[in-house]
């Protein structure tokens, strides 16, 4: 199994946190573009400082990927204060659509994040994968947000020293080790100030928002159709309450909650990884080679914990230079919970751990990280802090905050709740203060948005996507019963049908549908 393409096609979210890390019925929406609306002349009301982004043509050229076209697009860093000689260069890249039937406009694509590459996604995954219907009516597109991959990246660490801050003791027992996790979360800031200091106050969700709408208007549709997996909603839903009139077809699939607090979002994400480890147990417990017994979920949580404690004093050696320390053993484990499909790999990596080769965790870890095989990283990580640091202010106010707080963590999950809860310390030494709040995000007067939310998911809880649903005056809930992250196009005949009913028909599934 491709791990690596796995984790960064099925859509990721990592909330504020540190190391780790059928019978549809319902009203419709209107037509999405019109194939005469060109550039800002499909929106109007612009301001006058920013109707050159509106009306900029954009120059389309091979990709170097068999069928995609990619272009450059200026956005202004500062939308409150717009200067061209500070204009970002934004990556776009499209799969036009294929026919037959009538071309719907454009259907932009988020895999979430903070952090992980649209023009990836649609590369690796949407352009190729979504369903034929869709992609044969609608160009699918992706913009890779500002600060992320090939959209004016942030940058805070070399290879070797991203290997270091990976290693980072997440457990800390005393106060040694508390003072070297906080050493190293000012380095990686003090790393991001160097490197990429001039965008890092310009990365937000709003502003990530704004920039899907200069592309809305770029493209020539009326209205935005949307596609937007994890983190992906937040910047959809903030889309739609930013711009709720040209709010088309939007589907938010694993969706966040934007009311919480930083502390709750990662509070309540600890609890649904640990509602996807109970998952994992119980299916382990049924094959022959799980190595965490068959005792139940409670003795397999115990022995999983009983193991990392283990690496947290002697990790383990992997074949190379690096060693499987407890960090990224968990990370390893994390990364296996986001699908269901690398749970055998998982299985096979936890049973060699155990024997005393890290080798599999590892890679799980790496594919996590985005980690090449030469070393280096992509920029997931760096743009995921920055996005999230900006967009919230830090869950706690110093280390002795996180010690208070991990009794809850521990609660949320005996086995991850510990690490989770000092991953979430990372933005208390961001040196770029938040812009950003909770906030409920109604998006009145929009059209009918479809909220897509698993039962089991375990980065985006069940009930992030019930009060993102309930927030929005015309979302409508749609149910998976299943486990993984996100449903849409991950073999769910009666998802799929529904969602692609609405993005062809604009006939959104009743509020409530459950699959």
Same mark, same amino acid.
């Given at each position: ?31 999405? /573009? ?56 934004? /990556? ?217 404690? *283990? ?87 110093? %280390? ?65 996507? *019930? ?41 959104? %599934? ?6």
């Amino acid at each position: 199994m491709d791990t690596r393409r796995l984790l960064r096609t099925t859509g990721t979210v990592l909330a504020a946190t540190g190391l780790f890390i059928s019978g549809c019925t319902s009203g419709g929406s209107g037509p999405t /573009a019109s194939a005469s609306a060109q550039g800002g002349a499909a929106t109007p009301g612009v301001a006058a400082d920013l109707r050159p982004y509106y009306d900029q043509k954009l120059t389309w050229r091979d990709c170097g990927v068999q069928g995609f076209e990619c272009a450059t697009m200026k956005a202004p860093l500062d939308y409150e204060r717009p200067n061209p000689a500070e204009d970002l260069d934004l /990556a776009v890249a499209r799969k036009k659509a294929t026919g037959p039937g009538q071309r719907l406009g454009s259907l932009q694509v988020n895999p979430g994040g903070p952090g992980g590459s649209a023009i990836g996604y649609l590369q690796a995954y949407a352009g190729i994968g979504y369903p034929a219907p869709v992609r044969a009516q609608y160009d699918m597109v992706a913009i890779d947000p500002r600060g992320v991959a090939r959209s004016e990246p942030v940058e805070c660490l070399n290879g070797k020293e991203m290997d270091a801050y990976t290693q980072v003791d997440q457990t800390p027992d005393d106060q040694a080790e508390t003072d070297r996790l906080v050493a190293a979360y000012k380095n990686f800031a003090e790393g991001c100030v160097k490197r990429s200091g001039e965008i890092l106050p310009h990365v937000s969700t709003v502003e990530a928002a704004k920039d899907m709408d200069v592309l809305r208007a770029v493209l020539g549709d009326k209205k935005l159709a949307y596609v937007g997996a994890s983190y992906g909603t937040f910047l959809g839903a903030m889309y739609a309450d930013l711009f709720p009139s040209r709010v088309g077809r939007l589907v938010l699939d694993g969706a966040m909650d934007p009311t919480l607090p930083a502390i709750e979002l990662n509070r309540d994400q600890t609890g649904g990884f640990e509602t996807a480890f109970q998952s994992f147990a119980k299916d382990c417990a049924a094959q022959a080679d799980c190595p965490l017994g068959k005792g139940g979920t409670a003795d397999a949580g115990k022995k999983l914990t009983a193991f990392l404690n *283990e690496l947290d004093a002697d990790p383990a050696p992997t074949g190379e230079s690096r060693v499987l320390t407890e960090s990224l053993a968990t990370t390893g484990v994390i990364a296996a919970m986001y699908d269901e499909s690398a749970w055998p790999q998982l299985r096979e990596a936890l049973s060699r751990a155990m024997e005393g080769d890290g080798a599999g965790l590892l890679a799980l870890a790496d594919s996590y990280y985005e980690r090449e095989e030469d070393g280096s990283y992509a920029n997931l990580m760096f743009a995921n802090a920055a996005v999230n640091c900006v967009d919230l202010p830090p869950a706690f106010t110093g %280390p002795e905050a996180v010690a208070a707080a991990v009794p809850s963590f521990d609660k949320a999950s005996p086995v991850f709740g510990k690490g989770l809860a000092w991953a979430s310390l990372n933005c208390t030494y961001w040196p770029v203060k938040a812009t950003g709040k909770p906030q409920r995000l109604e998006a009145k007067g929009a059209d009918p948005i479809v909220v897509v939310g698993t039962t089991r998911d375990p980065a985006t809880p069940y009930k992030w996507a *019930e009060a993102l649903a309930g927030q929005l005056s015309s979302g409508a809930l749609l149910t998976y019963d299943g486990d993984g992250h996100t449903a849409y196009g991950r073999g769910s005949d009666c998802i799929d049908t529904a969602i692609n009913r609405y993005l062809l028909e604009g006939k959104a %599934p009743a509020d409530g549908t459950k699959c």
